[in-house]
């Protein structure tokens, strides 16, 4: 089963909530970049294909603990999606897994026990159980179908050398509580108009490069989630393909574009 990557097409960071987390708005978008997930019945749970793997063998746990079930499944992870950018893979296939697994119970969860299931693993996972363009609030993982435009094409730039430290670090740096009610009032707005293009900016995470992407043709260009990843859109296929051309010499790059 595909394992999709995203793209936060906003995200915009408040305070800290009671229970540790920052309060957010975000705009989640799924990719036709995808990993690919595979589960079959094994004597004992394991994860191969990918070795820095914990998060799909806790799904795993977790589903089997739900049901009362022993864990005997073996997943296979093939990855497409770059590790650490920001675009959920991992998240992705938590969910896949989850799903994979509950489809093969005599007694499948239902949706809601799935859905926290999730969100113990990790505010994205609930995003990737979902389909079609879902606006995020409270940490996230609070979800709510939006109709957006998505006849546009995404290039995906990971800059050489790029790092960064956990996405629980990044956050715990923020500090722009101050005006977050503005933000998210106008973020919103943007989305009620249906105008992706003028979409606030990344609250978590900024790159000079998204300048470079807009430059090229790109009519939105930002960081994904907490980064590094860069994305552009462009209306264009043939002028995202150019773009993801020239963008080479700065790093890894992908064209794709939104899945439902």
């Given at each position: 089963?595909?394992?999709?990557?995203?793209?936060?097409?906003?995200?915009?960071?408040?305070?800290?909530?009671?229970?540790?987390?920052?309060?957010?708005?975000?705009?989640?978008?799924?990719?036709?970049?995808?990993?690919?997930?595979?589960?079959?019945?094994?004597?004992?749970?394991?994860?191969?294909?990918?070795?820095?793997?914990?998060?799909?063998?806790?799904?795993?746990?977790?589903?089997?603990?739900?049901?009362?079930?022993?864990?005997?499944?073996?997943?296979?992870?093939?990855?497409?999606?770059?590790?650490?950018?920001?675009l959920g893979g991992?998240?992705?296939?938590?969910?896949?897994?989850?799903?994979?697994?509950?489809?093969?119970?005599?007694?499948?969860?239902?949706?809601?026990?799935?859905?926290?299931?999730?969100?113990?693993?990790?505010?994205?996972?609930?995003?990737?159980?979902?389909?079609?363009?879902?606006?995020?609030?409270?940490?996230?993982?609070?979800?709510?179908?939006?109709?957006?435009?998505?006849?546009?094409?995404?290039?995906?730039?990971?800059?050489?050398?790029?790092?960064?430290?956990?996405?629980?670090?990044?956050?715990?740096?923020f500090d722009r509580?101050?005006?977050?009610?503005?933000?998210?009032?106008?973020?919103?707005?943007?989305?009620?108009?249906?105008?992706?293009?003028?979409?606030?900016?990344?609250?978590?995470?900024?790159?000079?490069?998204?300048?470079?992407?807009?430059?090229?043709?790109?009519?939105?260009?930002?960081?994904?989630?907490?980064?590094?990843?860069?994305?552009?859109?462009?209306?264009?296929?043939?002028?995202?393909?150019?773009?993801?051309?020239?963008?080479?010499?700065?790093?890894?790059?992908?064209?794709?574009?939104?899945?439902?």
């Open positions: 089963m595909k394992a999709h990557a995203k793209i936060n097409l906003a995200l915009v960071v408040g305070p800290l909530r009671d229970d540790g987390k920052h309060e957010v708005v975000t705009v989640l978008q799924r990719l036709e970049l995808a990993d690919e997930v595979t589960l079959e019945q094994s004597e004992r749970l394991a994860v191969e294909g990918f070795d820095g793997d914990t998060i799909v063998h806790a799904a795993l746990e977790a589903v089997a603990a739900a049901a009362g079930v022993e864990p005997r499944w073996r997943a296979r992870i093939d990855k497409r999606i770059p590790v650490a950018a920001g991992g998240s992705s296939d938590a969910a896949t897994a989850l799903l994979l697994a509950n489809e093969r119970l005599a007694d499948p969860l239902d949706d809601g026990r799935l859905h926290e299931l999730a969100t113990a693993l990790g505010a994205d996972v609930p995003f990737f159980l979902t389909r079609g363009t879902q606006l995020g609030t409270g940490d996230g993982s609070v979800l709510e179908p939006i109709e957006l435009p998505r006849d546009y094409t995404v290039v995906l730039l990971l800059p050489n050398d790029a790092t960064k430290a956990s996405t629980a670090a990044v956050y715990a740096q509580d101050a005006g977050f009610e503005r933000r998210r009032a106008y973020l919103l707005e943007t989305v009620e108009a249906g105008d992706i293009a003028s979409l606030p900016p990344n609250d978590l995470a900024s790159s000079r490069l998204a300048e470079r992407v807009t430059a090229l043709g790109a009519f939105r260009a930002d960081v994904s989630g907490a980064g590094p990843a860069v994305y552009g859109l462009f209306l264009d296929r043939n002028a995202a393909e150019r773009a993801a051309r020239a963008l080479e010499p700065l790093g890894r790059t992908w064209v794709s574009g939104p899945a439902w």
